[in-house]
């Protein structure tokens, strides 16, 4: 087993120890990684105090909240659930996209020791239920009209549910009250005393106290609830600090669901240090929001990187003759200036001259489009092609790639500027321990680590053995000190023959080419693999109508001859280079995107391979009827 521990001064490459570690903190000195989010909220108000802490898009016009504004309604709120009776250890799920509203329901949870349960917006209506009734949770903050009417639909399902409360949705709605009328209960009885109070009971709060139970929808099976205490997050909180560094000149785009702990964690990690959050509108004005708000730092899974990917590229497909030529001369250009930086030299002479050049014609565009102000992304969620992560590289737009787990608070590991190794996940974050098992399985242990699964003992034993490792599920190995993740253990195809197919890195590939928008590979137990792809449908119908191709459908499209050959020439050319039994033999178009709606996908975008599989098992089993 190879096995690598991360503190504030050794090496990463010294012997996993299981001592406790300490980090710098951002007000100077060692500051242990035991505590409370309470603590790091309260903190940041006291220090920061600016009057721009959260800003939000309400009317068309951006607006701004301050940090005492946040603190004052957070504990109203908090106020307001003790008056409704809602107390310590109860359960308060939360049902909302990202908004101010999100924030204040939580930390006046966190400050109460209530434990709030975080829903997927995008979650449908029937899968609530047994969220609901898992956690017995005793109320819902829900946002919009749409949301609360979800709720209502499955209420008598939920004989725990005592309270809908609103964001922006009103009785009307279904609400049984609005989260104005919950503050307006806690502006009641509010006063200096009752601050104090309050200041005094949320700094009272253990590190051991659980915080929050997320549920995990997971590739099979029922979603199992992650325990998630204080000090979990407070220490990934404080770890994450030592690795990216963050200044209250920098502002953070906000757009993931804070339902997802990778921007919930990121998000106590800004409002610790003093970063303005801005809440994107959604996920589809991202880049509208980018132009505005002008961040300097977003957290994102990498699809939002495949498309911005895509869309540069096609675009410069589409364009002139000369368009085209200057941007695959750019991209080459960049390319090799970032294999020079990347191997620690400074590029010099004739590719110096070039890259300025491939900067001024070509990426600064790029630049543009997120705002011109971005000093880097973060990406975390599922693996990230190096192929795009080095284009946006050498565009000037570093993505510091990580890696982590809901029951790991996330974060395990993470690319940093001193530590940069393009196709890793970076290296152990302080206090984090990583081990490879003899399997190839990651393992990790330290403060980060879940308590573990809600109502569900056996899964607990199954995840972390008897000396605190977490087994991650994940297939990776180190080298010198970086991690790299090669596939989920459950997700490796192992066909009739014994070969074992690690299908992401391909998948991955695939995704690359600009004809294809979703690719997943199917063969467990099968002679040979395949792949079912959703083609960009920009690209293809482009390609069909240049091609003098008619159609009145999409799915007569896909029917036809040469559609199909020019996909499987596509597909087959993007994966040249592969070992002949890790080559899918057969590929199947598929017309719509695979969709967290119809169970394809979790909320996180991870397929479901086995779910995929059943729902075209006869366009699957077609591909195999012919032999091959």
């Not at 096995?3 to 990463?12: F, Y």
């Not at 609530?128 to 639909?153: C, E, H, M, W």
């Not at 589809?284 to 929001?289: G, W, Y």
């Not at 497909?317 to 191997?343: C, M, T």
Request: glycine share 8%; aromatic share 8%; proline share 5%.
């Amino acid at each position: 087993m190879t096995s690598v521990a991360a503190d504030s001064d050794s090496s990463l490459n010294a012997p996993a120890s299981g001592r406790s570690a300490s980090v710098p903190y951002a007000s100077g000195g060692a500051r242990p990684l035991h505590g409370t989010i309470n603590a790091l909220f309260l903190d940041a108000v006291e220090r920061f105090d600016r009057p721009d802490a959260v800003s939000f898009k309400a009317g068309g016009v951006w607006e701004s909240l301050s940090h005492r504004t946040i603190l004052e309604r957070v504990r109203r709120t908090a106020l307001g659930l003790a008056e409704m009776g809602i107390v310590a250890q109860d359960r308060v799920a939360i049902l909302s996209e990202n908004r101010p509203e999100w924030m204040i329901a939580d930390y006046a949870c966190l400050c109460s020791s209530i434990t709030d349960v975080p829903i997927y917006p995008t979650l449908p209506g029937e899968q609530i239920p047994y969220l609901l009734n898992d956690s017995g949770a005793r109320a819902v903050f829900v946002s919009t009209a749409d949301q609360a009417r979800k709720v209502a639909a499955i209420r008598a399902q939920v004989p725990t549910l005592e309270w809908i409360i609103g964001f922006g949705a009103t009785i009307a709605d279904g609400c049984d009250l609005t989260l104005a009328d919950v503050e307006a209960k806690g502006a009641a009885i509010d006063s200096a005393e009752r601050a104090t109070v309050f200041k005094q009971g949320a700094l009272a709060v253990t590190p051991d106290q659980l915080v929050t139970l997320i549920y995990t929808s997971g590739t099979t099976g029922n979603p199992k609830g992650v325990m998630l205490t204080q000090d979990n997050l407070y220490s990934n909180v404080i770890a994450t600090k030592r690795s990216l560094q963050v200044s209250t000149s920098d502002l953070a785009l906000s757009f993931l669901p804070l339902s997802h702990i990778f921007e919930r964690t990121g998000d106590y990690f800004l409002f610790a240090n003093g970063v303005r959050i801005a809440y994107a509108e959604s996920i589809d004005t991202v880049p509208v929001n980018m132009s505005e708000m002008k961040p300097s730092l977003m957290m994102s899974v990498p699809r939002l990187y495949e498309k911005i990917y895509a869309r540069v590229v096609e675009g410069a497909a589409s364009g002139s003759g000369l368009k085209k030529r200057i941007f695959f001369w750019a991209k080459r250009v960049g390319e090799r200036w970032a294999d020079e930086k990347l191997a620690g030299r400074t590029p010099r002479g004739l590719l110096a001259l070039q890259y300025a050049l491939a900067k001024k014609l070509v990426f600064s565009k790029l630049q543009e489009r997120t705002g011109g102000n971005l000093r880097f992304f973060v990406s975390g969620g599922a693996p990230l092609s190096p192929e795009i992560a080095k284009f946006f590289y050498s565009a000037g737009l570093v993505i510091l790639e990580g890696y982590g787990l809901t029951e790991t608070s996330p974060v395990i590991s993470t690319n940093t500027f001193e530590h940069y190794r393009l196709g890793s996940v970076g290296r152990p974050i302080a206090g984090v321990e990583v081990m490879i098992a003899a399997d190839g399985e990651i393992l990790s242990r330290g403060p980060h680590i879940m308590r573990g699964y809600y109502n569900n003992a056996d899964a607990t034993r199954e995840a972390i053995d008897a000396e605190g490792w977490f087994h991650t599920g994940d297939i990776g190995e180190l080298r010198d000190g970086f991690l790299y993740i090669t596939d989920r253990k459950k997700d490796i195809i192992v066909t009739a023959g014994g070969k074992n197919i690690a299908p992401q890195p391909i998948e991955n590939r695939l995704k690359t080419n600009k004809y294809v928008s979703q690719a997943v590979m199917i063969g467990d137990k099968r002679k040979f693999s395949v792949v079912l792809v959703v083609p960009n449908w920009d690209q293809l119908e482009g390609w069909a109508s240049r091609h003098g191709i008619v159609w009145t459908s999409r799915a007569e499209l896909l029917a036809m001859p040469a559609i199909y050959a020019k996909m499987e020439k596509e597909v087959k050319g993007q994966l040249s280079g592969l070992a002949s039994y890790e080559t899918p033999k057969k590929i199947a178009l598929i017309e719509e995107d695979f969709s967290v709606e119809r169970g394809e996908l979790t909320p996180t975008l991870k397929v479901k391979r086995r779910v995929i599989d059943q729902t075209y098992k006869p366009l699957v089993d077609s591909l195999y009827t012919d032999g091959d």
